[in-house]
C-alpha cells in the first residue's frame, strides 16, 4: 500500500501544533489483525499522520471490506 | 449451523423440487427442460435432454405415451403440453467402458431393449437373447416408427457393445441364466413371456421374482411403463451385482407426486396446437413448446427485491449460508447477503412450507457473532444509535404529578426521531382519556436483536424489564409495531398493546382535514403478525374518513420498507432499491403508521404520511411536506425531545449541555448530503471540532482551513473546516476510515 497518497499535494500543510510542516512518513496501519505500511504527511515533530479522504474512501475502505469478510 | 439444520431449512423450499411432467414421467424425463430448449430454437440441447433420461430415445421419443400430460399444469389452462409429439431428434452413439461384469435381457422389445440400454451405461457387458426378432416387434408398436428409426437404435445399441444372440430354443430358462450373472426379461416380447412361464415378478419395486438374480417387468399396456420397468430392472440387476439392497430408497424411481408449488391463478387458458400426422415441423414444435408454463415456485423470490438480489432461492442460500459460516481460512463471501436480509419474515408467510430467511440469517449473524467474525462495519452505527438512546436520549417518568402509572406510553426512537412534534400531543391525549399514563423513551432493543448480538439484546432486555417493574408493572402502550413485537417475543411479563388498538377505542381528537383523493395504505412489516393493529387502523381511517387502498401485498404479506433487520446499515444501495419498489407499486400518495417506514417512503422521493400526521397535524404543516429525517437529524431531534419534554411536563432541569454542543456548524446541501451518506453525525464533528481546538491538534492547510480527526469508538473522523469565530465553524468535508493509525508516524 505504498505511493496511495499524492504526498506532492499535502505539502504545504503544517501541524498547527508544532508549526512543522507535514512529511512523508513510513506509517503503520492495522485492521483486524493485519497490518500494512504506507507513506504518508505526518508531522516529523508530533508524529501526528494524516489520512486523506481519497485514500480512506479509496483504497482503505477496500481493504476494510475485503478483512471483513476473511 | 450443522448439517442436520441445513438439511431442515432445504427441505422446506421446494423450488428444486421436479416440475409435474418430469414427476409423474415413469423415466422422468424434464419436459421443462425439453420445452425450454425447444421453444428457443435449440434442438441439440433437447437431444441432450431426452438421450439422458430415456433409455432407447429415438424409439421412445416417438411412441411415448406421455402420461407427462395429465398432471401438466397447463393441463388446467389449455391443455397438457404435447412433450410426446416433440420429440423428434436424432442420435449418435458412443463408446463406454466396460466394467467386467456379464449379464443379459431376454426378449427384443421395448423393456429388455430399455434394460440393455442402461446396462451398457452402466458399463455391463450386455448379452441380447432374442425370441423374435427386435425389428418386427418394434415395429409392431407403432406405425411412427419406420425401418429406419429401429434400425438406428438396434445400431447403436451394437455400437456401444450389445451382443444379439437368439435365446436357445432347446434350454430351460434357468440354464441359460446361469451363464450371466443376473438376467433380466422382458415380458413384453411374446417369446419372452412363455419362456418365463412361472417366473413372475413376485415385487413391483424390485421386480424380483424368486430365483436370485432373475428379474422380469414390462407387462404393461404403456410403451413408458415397459421401458420404465426395464430400467427398474437393470437398477435391480446393478443392486443385486453389487449386494445392496433391492429395495430401499427406491421410492422416487417411477412416477411420484412434485412437492412443487406453481402459481397458476393469472395464467390464462391457451389451447395446444396439435400435432399435423406427420409430426411437429420446427415451428410447429417452439410454438407448443412455448405453452410450456416452466413450472417453478419462487413464490418469495417474486415478491421481495433481497431475495432477487442473489439471484437463488431459499434452498440454494441455506446451502451458501451453511458453507459461509464453515470457512475457516478463505473469503467469506455470503456476509453481506446473511446480513442484508430485512428479517421481515414475509417469505416465510407466503411460502407453502413457511421456509424462514428471517430465522436462516439471524441464526447466521448470532453465530457469526459468536464466532467474532461478524463484520464491524455492518452493525455498530445502529448499536451506537441504541446506546444513544437509552442514555442521553431516555426518558421514564410517570405523569406530571403522579406517583404511579397504570400505563406506560413508549414512542419507540423513529417516532421521537422522525416526528418529534407529534409525541406530546399524543401523549397529553392520552394522559386526558386514560388514568396514570408515564412516558417512557427508550430504544426496545430490536437493533441489537437484529445484529445477532445476543449479549447486547439480553441486557438491553433485562434494563428494560427492571424499568418497567420500577414503574410498577404498568401496561406498555406502543406506538411502533416494531418495539411491540420485541415486547411480545422476549418481555412475556410485560402486558404490552398497540397504540392504534388502544386509540381505536376512544372518541378521536379534533382532527384537520384528510385528503380527498385515496391514499394507498402500506402495513408495517413488524405488523404482518398483528392482524388487529392492522384492523384498528383501517377502522380508524375510515372513522377519519381517509379513502384507502390496498398495494398488492398487504397484511400479513406486507414488505419491509428497508429498514427492518438493518437492511439499510448493511447494505444501503439495496435498502433504497427496496424503499423504490414498494413505493412503485401504486400511484396515490401512501400512508402508513410506522415512522421507519414513512420517513424511508419520504427519502425514496414518496409523498407519504403517517397516520398521526391526520391526528395530530402541526400547525401549518402538510402532513406530506415533511422531508426524510437522516441519522444526525433523529439523533438531534430525539436529544431535542427529552430536553422539551422535561421541561414542558416536569418543569424539570435539563442535563447541563456538553461543552461541545454549543458549537454551530455551518454547511451547505452537499456536505450536508456527504455526510448522511457517510453516517458522520453532527455531534461526533462538534465533538472533533471541539477537542481540536482544546488541544490544538490539527493540521493547517494555510489558507484558513483546517483538518482534525477524532476517534471515539472503532472509527476514526476526520473533518475539514474554517473557523468561522464565535463558536462556529463551517464544515467542508469529512471522512471516515476503521484502520486503525499506529503511531508509526511518531519519532522516538
Known sequence: M???????????????RCRCPLEPTKTEITYLGSVFTVDLPACPSCGMVLVPEELAMGKMLDVEKILEDK | MDQSELRRFEELCIQEEPPWCQASCPLHLDGRALCRSVADGRFAEARRTIEKALPLPEILGRICDAPCMIPCLRARRGGGIALGDQKNMVFSGSLIPKNGRSIAVAGGSLSALAAASDGLRKGFSVTILTFEEPLTLLLALSDRLTPEVVQRELNWLAAVGAVFRPFPADRALDDVASEFEALYIGLDAPGAAAAAR?????????????????????????????????????ISVERFLQ????????????????????????????????????????????????????????????????????????????REIYNNLAIVQGSRTSNRMINSCSLCGQCERICPNGFSMRDLCLGARREMVRQNRM????????????????????????????????????????????????????????????????LWLRCCGAPARWAGREDLFDSAMEELKEQWASMGSPTVITACTGCLDVLRR?????????????????????????????????????????????????????????????????????????????????NEPLADRVAAARVEENPRDYLTYCAMCRNLFARAGKRTAHLLDFLFPEAGKDSFDRPYAGCSRQRDDRLALVRALQSSHWMEE???????????????????????????????????LFEA????????????????????????????????????????????????????????
Open chain 2, 490 to 570: 422476549d418481555a412475556l411479563e410485560i402486558e404490552a398493546v398497540s397504540l392504534w388498538t388502544v386509540l381505536k377505542d376512544m372518541p378521536l381528537p379534533p382532527h384537520g382535514p384528510v385528503p380527498g383523493e385515496p391514499m394507498a395504505l402500506h402495513d408495517p412489516c413488524t405488523a404482518a403478525e398483528m392482524s388487529d393493529v392492522r384492523a384498528a387502523v383501517r377502522d380508524i381511517c375510515s372513522s377519519l374518513g381517509i379513502a384507502m387502498e390496498e398495494l398488492p401485498e398487504t397484511g400479513e404479506r406486507t414488505s419491509c420498507c428497508g429498514f427492518g433487520g438493518l437492511q439499510r446499515n448493511a
Open chain 2, 375 to 438: 463484520p464491524p462495519s455492518a452493525h455498530d452505527f445502529a448499536l451506537e444509535d441504541m446506546a444513544l438512546s437509552n442514555s442521553t436520549g431516555a426518558l421514564l417518568r410517570h405523569a406530571p404529578g403522579r406517583e404511579a402509572s397504570s400505563y406506560l406510553f413508549f414512542p419507540g426512537c423513529h417516532l421521537a426521531g422522525g416526528s418529534p412534534g407529534t409525541i406530546a400531543p399524543l401523549y397529553d391525549f392520552l394522559r386526558d382519556r386514560i388514568d396514570g399514563v408515564g
Open chain 1, 2 to 16: 505504498t505511493a496511495l497518497v499524492d504526498l506532492e499535494k499535502y505539502a504545504g500543510v503544517t501541524c498547527t
Open chain 2, 198 to 234: 412361472g417366473v413372475a415378478p413376485l415385487d413391483p419395486v424390485s421386480l424380483e421374482t424368486g430365483h436370485p438374480g432373475l428379474f422380469a417387468g414390462g407387462d404393461s399396456p404403456s410403451f413408458i411403463q415397459r421401458a420404465a420397468e426395464g430400467r427398474r430392472g437393470m
Open chain 2, 654 to 688: 435539563n442535563r447541563p449541555m456538553e461543552p461541545h454542543e454549543s458549537i454551530v456548524l455551518v454547511m451547505d446541501d452537499s456536505v450536508l448530503a456527504l455526510l448522511e451518506k457517510r453516517r458522520i453525525v453532527h455531534d461526533t464533528v462538534k465533538r472533533l
Open chain 2, 693 to 748: 481546538e482544546r488541544t490544538g491538534a490539527s493540521m493547517d492547510r494555510g489558507d484558513g482551513t483546517f483538518i482534525a480527526s477524532l476517534r471515539p469508538s472503532l472509527v476514526t473522523y476526520w473533518v475539514e473546516y474554517r473557523p468561522l469565530g464565535d463558536g462556529r465553524y463551517e464544515v467542508l468535508g469529512a471522512w471516515s476510515h476503521r484502520m486503525v493509525v499506529t503511531e508509526g508516524g511518531r519519532r522516538p
Open chain 2, 243 to 318: 449386494g445392496a439392497s433391492l429395495h430401499s430408497g427406491r421410492e422416487k424411481e417411477g412416477p411420484f407426486e412434485t412437492r412443487l408449488f406453481t402459481d397458476i391463478s393469472d395464467v390464462a387458458p391457451l389451447p395446444p396446437s396439435p400435432a399435423p400426422p406427420e409430426g411437429y415441423d420446427v415451428a410447429g414444435a417452439k410454438e407448443e413448446a412455448a405453452r410450456c408454463l416452466q413450472c417453478q415456485c419462487m413464490e418469495c423470490v417474486k415478491r421481495c427485491v433481497y431475495l432477487q438480489e442473489y439471484r437463488g432461492y431459499p434452498k440454494r442460500y441455506a
